[in-house]
């Protein structure tokens, strides 16, 4: 008959269903040892604080993946990025996400849980929000503890005390409000280049000023000069003139 997969430790399996359940098992890191079978993948409610890179590459029948109520606040290891194209359902609420970018998601379509966590809102957040596909039940969840700051807001660097003005707003009623983060982020440049603009402008104006000037001192030097110096042809054009007019 078939073998039997191996169940990881302190897991249980059922694989009638190709289940593995490894909830609230006290677990601070990702299992060893998930079979290549399963198909949905419980690690809810543990101590989990990240993935290492190559902890799902193995599992190309995975559909559902359950990592709610855990400790996760980085995706940067691009774990997610190894997930296979059978996935439908991706749970991440409930961790300490602040940040996440497309890249560490890769080309998943599964639905996506991600309310419940401390997200800082800005352009990279808003980019994610428009290219994944949210669960739209849980999308007014995802809430920004804090902001990128605008234009005239204060320091671009922000004081762990100040939050940014849209701080306990959920991000989705914030973006249907015309709110764009992108747009703030990109004005910020625009103004700095602005700024770099006119400082550039304003020193080639004082280089010509300045260049003009020294020539026009220099020409005026010059021609001082040349009406100081005795002008020897004069006799000779005076005599032609007057042995002409005769």
Known sequence: GQVTPQCPDRCHCAWDTFTVVCSDAGLRDIPDGIPPETIFLHLERNYIRSIPESAFSHLVHLQDLYLSHNRIDSLSTGALRHLGPKLRLLDLSFNQLRHASREEFGSTRAKMRLFHNPWHCDCTLQELMETLNLE?????????????????????????????????????????????????????????????????????IVYVVYYVRQNQAEARRHLEYLKSLPSPRKTPIETDTLSTGF
């Open 136 to 204: 739209p039940e849980t999308v007014i969840g995802i809430i920004c503890e804090s902001s990128v700051r605008g234009v005239g807001e204060g320091s671009r660097w922000e004081d762990p005390g100040s939050q940014g003005e849209h701080s306990g707003q959920p991000l989705v009623r914030l973006l249907d409000s015309g709110v764009n983060f992108c747009s703030l982020h990109r004005k910020t440049t625009d103004v700095a280049m602005l700024v770099t603009m006119f400082v550039w402008f304003f020193m080639v």
